[in-house]
C-alpha cells in the first residue's frame, strides 16, 4: 500500500505550504492522480483521515482527487488511446509500440485554506 506513504509526503508539502504562508487550516487538499501510477484513489480516501487525524491543520480538510487518463500515442499508426481501457494495445492496429502522453502523474494540485 504505497498511497499511505505518497499521501504522508502529499501532506507534509501542504503542511510546508500552510506555515509559509501563515495558514491555520486548509480547508481541501486536491490530488491529481494518474491511471498509469499504480495508486488506487479509494486507498487515498480510506485512509487520509488517518494520516492527518492528529493535526488540527487538517481538522476541517476534505480530500479531493482529480484522475488523469492514461492515454499514449501508438508508434506504429499514430492512433490516440486509453492505455487502461486498451490493456496496454492500440485499438486500432494491436501494436505495443507506444508514447505515454499522460496518466503517470501523482501531484499536489491545490491546497484551499
Not at 70 to 81: H, I, S, T, V
Not at 92 to 100: E, L, P
Amino acid at each position: 500500500m504505497h498511497e499511505i506513504s505518497a499521501l504522508n509526503e502529499a501532506v507534509k508539502l501542504a503542511e510546508r505550504v500552510a506555515k509559509e504562508n501563515d495558514v491555520e487550516k486548509i480547508k481541501v487538499l486536491t490530488l491529481e492522480v494518474g491511471e498509469l501510477t499504480g495508486f488506487l484513489p479509494v486507498f487515498f480516501e480510506k485512509y487520509f483521515s488517518m494520516v492527518v487525524e492528529e493535526n488540527p491543520l487538517f481538522s476541517e480538510c476534505e480530500l479531493k482527487i482529480d484522475s488523469v487518463r492514461g492515454e499514449a500515442l501508438c508508434n506504429d499508426c499514430n492512433a490516440l488511446y486509453n492505455v487502461m481501457k486498451n490493456e496496454g494495445k492500440c485499438p486500432r492496429c494491436q501494436s505495443r509500440n507506444k508514447t505515454i502522453l499522460g496518466g503517470q502523474e501523482f501531484k499536489v494540485k491545490n491546497i484551499g485554506f
